[in-house]
Nanobody, 118 residues
Framework: QVRVVESGGGLVQPGGSLSLSCTAS????????MSWHRQAPGKERELVAT?????????NYGDSVKGRFTISRDNNKNTVYLQMNALKVEDTAVYYC??????????WGQGTQVTVSS
């Protein structure tokens, strides 16, 4: 059974930091391209960061998070991380983890809420 589970969301003040985790099971994690996405109320889902399969040496970020967020993966733990620093109110959203190895093999997590507010 495939499972993709995000954790680590919560409430943080502007300028603060938060670390999200996404743990997967039911498939060969190292073979999958992993990404984080987010969706704020009333807005479309937005790509936050991506990391390539296996060594994870290819990484990309959305323009709005460049220089503040860091994506990484640990294939031994079947986990991808998103370190978020210098958080802004506009980072408030539900954050989703996605695993992909082609259109037929794409799995989403249920999401974790991140709220940035004073």
């Amino acid at each position: 059974q495939v499972r993709v589970v995000e954790s680590g969301g919560g409430l943080v003040q502007p300028g603060g930091s938060l670390s999200l985790s996404c743990t997967a099971s039911g498939f060969t994690f190292s073979n999958y391209f992993m990404s984080w996405h987010r969706q704020a109320p009333g807005k479309e889902r937005e790509l936050v960061a991506t990391i390539s399969s296996h060594r994870g040496n290819l990484i990309n970020y959305g323009d709005s998070v460049k220089g503040r967020f860091t994506i990484s993966r640990d294939n031994n733990k079947n986990t991808v991380y998103l370190q978020m620093n210098a958080l802004k109110v506009e980072d408030t959203a539900v954050y989703y983890c996605k695993a992909s190895a082609g259109e037929r093999y794409t799995y989403w997590g249920q999401g974790t809420q991140v709220t940035v507010s004073s």
